[in-house]
Structure formats: C-alpha cells, structure tokens
C-alpha cells in the first residue's frame, strides 16, 4: 500500500562534508510541492568529521515534533552505520553507496536496502576533489527524487535561484542530480510506496527558524544595538540580525546603518553594552545560550535594582556546565528567573513557534522599556536552529513602540519634583529621564547600590526596604502584562501543560491519546510572571501533567514557588537527553502514569462525555 | 570627608563662560572622599575643563565602575546623568551608552583596581574598538575601599603601609593603550592642575579612545614613604617629554614658542593642541618610539607624564561601524520600523 507524504528520512552524514545544503533542498522540495514538513538538525560541536544527522520529516497530518522511527535513512557515514540501521523502522528503507559493495554492518534482514554506486557515478564525472565530495550528496538527493517521487523540476528550480549569480555551479549541480536520478530509475524500483505528492497542505505558511524570525523581530520593533558573544546556539540570531538590518535598516541617501552590531569580548561586555544602550534611551539585546547567561547574572541584578530595560535571548541546549553544547533542553528556567545574587527576579517569555519568536521579540522590547527591566527570552536549539513551518510573519503598521515612562524635556519643565524610583502611578514603576534631556532637572545617578526614591544613596534600612517592596509591586504589574497562556478543553478532570518547544508534539500527542480514551484539556504557558488563570487552570483540575525537557522540573518548581500551586496536583513528564521530546514519549509517559495508578482513561465531566471527538492537526 | 554643604549662591563675580554659565555650574555634590585624596583634585580638574569648554553641563554622560574612583562622577557635573556601574565593566556600559547616543561627551573614571585587575579585558577591548570617550583612571595602586590591598599598577618592590613590599610586576595601563590603538594617551598627577585640565579638554574634544591615566595618591593607604604612588614620589619623580597647551578655536597664541619646538595638534571642533617639546627626540606621533621611551623612562625609575601620543586623524567606533549621525536612541518607529509591506517580501523569501 502506497503512502502519501507522510514518512521520517534521516540524513547520516560527516559533518564539513557539504551535507547541510543539499539535505535543506530536498527539505524544500518538499515543502515547495505543499507537504508539511518539520526538519530536525542534530549536529556535532566540531568543524570537519564528526557524524551530524538531519531528520526530514513529512507528515499530512501537520504535525510537527520529531519522531522516532526512520522510514528511510540515507546512510553516508561509515562510523554510524550500526545505530543508524538501527534506527530504521521494520519494512523501512536504507540507502547507501554501494560502490565497494554493501557492508556488513548494513545489512538488516526487516530492512530493504538501496545501493546507489554514488562513488562511482562521482568519480567517474567529476575530476575536481572538492566537487567529487560535494556533488555525492547532490546525487543522493537526485536518487531520492525518484525514489520519493519527488518534482525534479521543484528541486532544479532551487539549484537555479541558490546559485544566481555564481551561474557556473548550476550546470553541474543539476548534473549531479540527473545522475542519481537516472540511476534510480534505471536500476531500482522507483517510486517506494513512501511518496512525496503534490497538496496545497502548505498554505501560505513559510519555513523558518527561530532565531531567524526573533532576529527580524527585533529589527520590527526597533533595536538598533546588537551586542553578543559567539555561543552555539544563539550565533545565528546575531548574525540574523546583522544581516537583515543591513539590508532594511540603511540610510537610503547616505547608505548609513541605523543600527549598531558589537561582537563583544564575551558575555559579560555583551550584556554591558545593552544595559549601557538601554540607559542611553536605544533598544538593545544580546542573544547567548546558558553558559552566556551564568555570566550576565551580575550584570541582570544591576540592570533589575537600578530598573534599566534590556532584552535577552536566550537559546538553551545542554547543561550544567558545557553540557551537550549542540542539543536541545528547557534547562535554564530557574537561572533565568532567579539569575543574580539578592531578591532577584526577571520575566521570561516562552516562545513555541518561529512565528511566535517574532512576535516575542517585539513584544520583549515592550515589555522591557515598559517594566523597565530586562526581560528574558527563553527559546531552545530546537526552536531556534531548525527551520520550520510557522505562520507568515505579520505586522500591524498601526502598532506603535511603547517606550514606557520615559519624560521628555518638555515633561521636566512640567513636573515639579522628580524622583527616579517615586511610585507616582502606584504600578511600581517610576519615571525615568534619559541622559542629556534637560538642562537642569531630571539628571540621577544610576547605581547598583541602595538609594531613595529620589536617586540619591542611602544605607537607611527603611528606603532600601521600601524601594525593595515596590520592585514587588512593579512584578504584579508584569504579571497582568505577560503574554495570557493559551487554554483550551475546560470540560476534562486531567489537565496537561507545555511551554515553549515541548508545544511542538503536543498536537500529535493529544490526538494520539484520544485514541487511548484520555482526554486532557491543555494549557500552554507562555509567560513568567504567571498570570491567574496558570494557577487556576491547575486548580480546576485532579492533576496535571506538566511536560518539560530537563531533569528537576524547573517549570514546576516555578509555579509551586510562584504560583501557589500544590507540588501533587503536578505531574512532570520529563526528558532531557538533548533530542527533542516527541509525542510518543509523551503518551507512553501519560497512559503509564493513567496504568500505575489505576485512573479511569475516560475523565470527562459528566455530560460533556463524548462531545469533543475534534482531533486537534494544527496548534 | 566634609560635611559642610556649600552655599548654593554662586559668589557675584565668578567668571562666567561662553554660554553664560560659571564653575559652580559644573559641580557635582559634596564628596564623600577622605581629606587630600587625590580623586578629589581629579575631580576638579574635570570641572575646570568642562566649564572651560563651554559645553553645557547635561551634555555630559558620565560612567565608572566600583571603587573610590568611580564614587567620584557624583561630585562633578551635577546636572548630567551619572551611571556607576558593576566592577570592572564600565568599558562596556560606556561603549553601549556611545552607541546609543553619539552626541553625548562620554566620560568614564575608572581606578586602577577596577581597570587593570578585574576590569583588565573589558579596558583592552574599549580601546581597541576605539569608542569615542574620555576614559580617566585615578591611579593610586591599591584598594582605598577594602583598606588597602596592593592593586595590579603598584610597582613591585612599593611598599604597604606597614612595610611589606609588593612582590609582583606592575601592569601599566599608559603602555597596554598604546599597544593596542589608543589615539591619545597621556599620563598625569593629581597634584599637576596646570597638566591635568588642558589634557582633559583635548581627551574630551579629541575623535575616538582618549585616555588619561593619572595618578592620584591614596592619603589613607598608599601615601607613605616606600610608596611609588605617593605624593611626594610622584613629585619627585615625574619628568614630562611633551608639554601640552589647549587653546579653543577663538584664543590667540599668546605663549612664545621657538621655532621647531612646538607643533599644533587640531582637534575636530577647531580647538588645537600645542604641543612644545620637552625632550628633543621624543615624538608623540610615533606609537612604537613613545612605547619604547616609557620602558626606558620606567626602568630608570621616571615616571613620564604629558600627552605621550596623539593620532591627529582618529577614527571612532562609529565610524568604523558607519553608524547615521543622529544618534540612535532618537530615530523612531519611521525610521527604524520596516513596516509591514516590507513583510510580503521578507515572508516570500521564506518560501
């Protein structure tokens, strides 16, 4: 029986070998010809060698999370060969270079293997060594189209427009392709009854990832410094950033930036510029990953105590420590939140989708000049490195900046009396004057010491004590400002919650569970402070499940800590090995806790049974 | 410390300078400092050269990093906004502040703690990025707030208070600046008004990384005999090699220079520098030769002060960034706001 648009292939390669671009076409090709499609990049922290993995996976249904269980791996690295065979579902596909004949290592009785004499065919048409390397993945890609039925003519399209230009490279990528093309279909059966076809499933949805689509928003909603150290995997978003604003931020007269990008010593200065620029009046940020944010603790507690807006992103992998520096995890909650020495506390915001690190990005700016604080993006690799399918990205021309309470130099000749940190509004947030503004009022001194409502240092135990408890009330303001999380069901005694990436299954997992007979209403958080309704929602229901990827469960510790809730009524489902949770771990996770603890699977609130049989495809 | 607050009249005849404001103008609020600390005198000197220069008091930002020192931007330029920022980082915030707002006379006092130990990277790398600020270090080779401790300027062999020596080899910051791209360096001495205030005008004015290292004995922990960083051994010791005279774009030369021995230096507002020339062959446009007379001036126990080098053409961050003129933290949502059309054709490329 044929299958339509619906597989997982999973590119084994060497990493430096040029895998990256061909496996991103035959990922766009897919995704030209309508297929939804999510791609998934596993890769080594290393420059030339190492085995990298790229996961392709099609599914009609739209979901997006990775699964496990390869319907076709492209086997292209000696050293892998046993896991990646193994990986392979039974009746699966593995494809392979068979030009010194098939190792053993690849052969697996369940398993159809596919030789493709790719050395050979390289050899034998190509005499440069660097081609010869490059052009044996293009010519898998070409074998692929036959196999998977794949329009050749969608994937030469993309030859085309990725080498305008350098239009020599052209003639003999397409020839590459052809090869592995003709190959197939002369010698193998062709196509599998794995098929890609052709559907408008796609829409007007773009592939994008997350660290591409924070970066322009960014540059939507105005920040015109950039200040960052290198560390995988935030790289991309500075380098985003850079990238676009040079094309959308130039003067057109002059051909001057509107924007300023500093590749930092480290992490520390980074933070400093933002926080330098921040005081100064512009809108700054800097992208970085744990490691990066260990360092800009100090710098977050001044920029908390002395109230200066600052946007930070980042984009988690693996820790403690250098941890797995490649892979994905939701470890740095709690460092986040609490990053600093003393009281300290900073909102987060939980972007899942690269349309929603857009519109995050804009709205941390906001959120920052607002609350005059910074605030802490909380994205992931998985969200930030691999390219997805997300909403167009859009913009409303009547959207204005809130740059917060920010006095004009006509304000100052208006006001009698400024006080920096004076709680006019009663919302704990004061007013404050950028540098150069006025003559002579509104000048202060910003300090990370103690100091009164008027700026001015003290060691009194009263205004330390009294500037501390209006930094709380500033919090319960934050808390009505945060993204609302996104509830849906309210009819089922079990409940589940996600925040940012681990969203991304969760579509496939609840409809997986319908099937199962447990019904859970869900609640995706999407910002810290939580607003009411978090804990309300845990409230109204027996449990609820809780899925995060790291080890302690740092989500719940923040809402026992934050939100009130009782530590039983949650539930954690936890993974945290670097690989991005997929739905199945999800409902095997769920149904073994419903089978240990004996729970009816069918939990809905009296009349409301058997209402809802919607399967959710798209979140 | 005093507790005296000053008056707040001004005295009637206090000169008043071109845009009709006097030196109190300038001020900041009493300091905290001890008695005779040479910060103090920085201080002042800072104040003279500001109203001097005639550029209104709120034009100013001012930053530091943690220590006596960096207490001190509270005690000048009242009216412009201060930022005392976390040890050791000043650098950065300064640079993020120049970024932010290119009009802005960036000042930024360090100490020697907070720039050559702790903050030693974050000094290295604001000079190589050439950020266009004054950056003064009150140099006085310990650790006033903590009681004492030897800080990394100290010369080995310099002793503490209670007669032990420093055993390890000073770093010095004159020297770390110009190697790597400084466009004005200078050295002074807190108790050398007449040295100080034209070299802080000239940092101020000058294009690019001025920086000014001066040395300003500590009364209560490093003013002793076997100090290097004492008053009375810095007196003793200094010998200058280029004498340097500010004159802002209205004066006349007044002074009578032989001929050949002085040489005007114009800075980007039309003020020049004349320099006159103490030792014949020292050249303050020569990066390498003026590193090298430092060493040999320091082996011999000299402790060079003066505008050391000065690039006449600097570039600064901006324009090696090449940054628009106004200043970034003004353009607004129609200058920086691509709008939402531009999104039909930044989605479409995502397809």
């Not at chain 1, 009854?193 to 540059?219: F, K, S, Y």
């Not at chain 2, 650098?91 to 020697?112: F, H, K, M, Q, W």
């Not at chain 2, 100290?154 to 007669?163: E, H, I, Q």
């Not at chain 2, 003066?306 to 600097?314: A, C, F, M, R």
Request: glycine share 10%.
């Amino acid at each position: 029986m044929t299958t339509y648009n619906d597989f997982v292939i999973r590119f084994a390669n060497v990493n430096g070998s040029g895998s990256a671009s061909a496996n991103g076409m035959f990922a766009k090709a897919l995704f030209r010809m309508g297929v939804p499609i999510s791609t998934h990049n596993i890769f080594p922290s290393n420059i030339e060698g190492l085995p990298t993995w790229f996961e392709v996976r099609a599914s009609a249904a739209g979901y997006h999370g990775r699964r496990e269980g390869v319907d076709l791996m492209v086997a292209m690295n000696a050293e892998t060969y046993e896991e990646d065979v193994a990986a392979v579902v039974p009746g699966g596909y593995l494809l392979y270079d068979n030009s010194a004949g098939l190792d053993r290592r690849l052969f697996r009785r369940d398993v159809n293997q596919i030789g493709v004499p790719i050395s050979k065919l390289i050899v034998s048409a190509y005499t440069d060594p660097r081609q010869r390397k490059l052009f044996k993945n293009i010519v898998y890609v070409g074998a692929l189209s036959a196999l998977l039925n794949i329009d050749f003519d969608v994937i030469t399209g993309m030859v085309s427009t990725q080498y305008r230009g350098k239009d020599e490279l052209i003639a003999p990528n397409i020839r590459a392709l052809e090869m592995g093309r003709d190959y197939a279909r002369e010698y193998l059966e062709c196509p599998l009854p794995i098929q890609a076809r052709r559907t408008d499933l796609v829409g007007d949805r773009i592939m994008i990832d997350g660290n591409e689509a924070g970066a322009l928003g960014a540059i939507y909603a105005g920040a015109t410094i950039c200040a960052w150290y290198p560390i995988t995997p935030s790289t991309s978003m500075a380098e985003a950033f850079e990238n676009h604003a040079a094309r959308l931020r130039v003067d057109k007269n002059t051909g001057q930036r509107k924007f300023a990008v500093i590749q930092a010593e480290d992490e520390l200065a980074a933070i400093g510029i933002v926080i330098g620029a921040a005081w100064n009046g512009a809108r700054a940020f800097t992208a970085t990953s744990g490691p990066g944010l260990s360092l800009m603790s100090e710098f977050l507690g001044l920029a908390y105590f002395a109230e200066i807006p600052a946007v930070l992103f980042d984009i988690q992998r693996v820790g403690p420590s250098t941890g797995l520096p490649t892979r994905t995890q939701q470890g740095d909650l709690l460092a986040a939140a609490y990053a600093s020495h003393g009281d300290t506390r900073h909102p987060l915001l939980f972007p899942s989708t690269p349309g929603e690190s857009f519109e995050f990005a804009a709205a941390a700016f906001d959120l920052a000049d607002r609350l005059q604080t910074p605030i802490i993006v909380l994205s992931d690799l998985e969200l930030g490195m691999n390219e997805n399918l997300s909403d167009p990205l859009t913009w409303d021309d009547r959207r204005r900046y809130d740059r917060g309470k920010v006095l004009s130099r006509e304000d100052l000749d208006e006001v009698e009396e400024f006080g920096r940190y004076l709680d006019v509004d009663g919302d704990g947030i004061g007013y404050r004057t950028l540098p150069g503004t006025h003559p002579t009022k509104g000048a202060f001194f910003t300090r990370g010491t103690s100091r009164d409502a008027f700026a001015r240092y003290t060691e009194s135990a009263d205004a330390y004590t009294e500037n501390m408890d209006r930094l709380l009330v500033k919090w319960r303001t934050a808390a009505t400002l945060m993204p609302a999380p996104e509830i849906s069901g309210r009819r089922h005694r079990v409940g589940i919650a996600y925040y940012g990436t681990t969203a991304v299954p969760m579509a496939e997992a609840l409809d997986n569970l319908v099937d199962d007979g447990v019904r859970l209403d869900t609640m995706r958080i999407r910002g810290f402070p939580f607003s009411d309704e978090v804990a309300r929602f845990i409230d109204a229901h027996d449990f609820v499940f809780l899925v995060e990827q790291n080890r302690d469960g740092q989500m719940k510790t923040l809402l026992v800590n934050e939100a009130g809730v009782e530590p039983t009524k949650i539930v954690s489902v936890l993974s945290y090995g670097g690989l991005s949770i997929t739905a199945d771990t999800i409902r095997e996770r769920v149904l073994k806790h419903y089978d240990e603890n004996n729970l009816a699977r069918l939990t809905e609130v009296s009349g409301a049974a058997g209402a809802d049989g919607r399967r959710t495809s798209r979140q | 410390m005093t507790f005296v607050a000053k008056p707040v009249v001004h005295h009637p005849k206090l000169p008043l300078n071109e845009i009709g404001l006097n030196r109190r103008d300038y001020e900041g609020l009493v300091s905290t400092l001890c008695a005779g600390c040479g910060h103090d005198a920085v201080s002042a000197a800072v104040i003279q050269a500001c109203a001097e220069l005639s550029i209104p008091p709120h034009r100013f930002a001012k930053l530091s990093g943690i220590g006596c020192s960096s207490k001190t931007p509270n005690y000048f330029l009242g009216n412009s906004h201060g930022f005392n920022a976390v040890h050791g980082r000043m650098p950065s915030v300064a640079t993020g502040a120049n970024l932010a707002n290119r009009e802005l006379y960036c000042i930024g006092i360090s100490g020697d703690g907070d720039s050559a130990s702790i903050g030693i990277g974050q000094f290295a790398h604001i000079v190589r990025r050439r950020v266009n600020m004054l950056y003064i270090v009150d140099n006085n080779g310990t650790y006033g707030l903590t009681k004492g401790q030897f800080s990394a300027t100290n010369d080995k062999g310099s002793t503490s208070k209670r007669g032990v020596p420093n055993l390890y080899e000073p770093i010095d910051l004159v020297s770390m600046a110009l190697q790597i791209g400084a466009g004005f360096v200078a050295r002074s001495f807190s108790g050398d008004r007449s040295q100080l205030v034209p070299l802080i005008k000239a940092g101020l004015l000058h294009r690019g990384f001025a920086f000014i290292d001066v040395i300003s004995p500590c009364v209560a922990f490093n003013n002793h005999n076997g100090s290097t960083k004492s008053y009375d051994y810095t007196r003793g010791n200094a010998a200058s090699f280029v004498a340097a005279d500010f004159v802002a774009p209205h004066e006349q030369i007044t002074a009578d220079y032989a001929p050949g021995e002085h040489e005007i230096v114009r800075l980007p507002d039309g003020s020049e520098l004349h320099l006159r020339k103490l030792e014949e062959d020292y050249d303050p446009h020569d990066r390498t030769r003026a590193l090298a007379h430092i060493q040999e001036a320091s082996r011999d126990g000299e402790i060079v002060t003066g505008l050391l080098y000065v690039d006449s053409d600097g570039t600064d961050c901006h324009e090696i960034l090449d940054t628009v003129d106004t200043p970034l933290s003004v353009l607004g949502e129609a200058e920086l706001c691509p709008g939402e059309a531009a999104l039909d054709g930044i989605n479409a490329g995502f397809r």
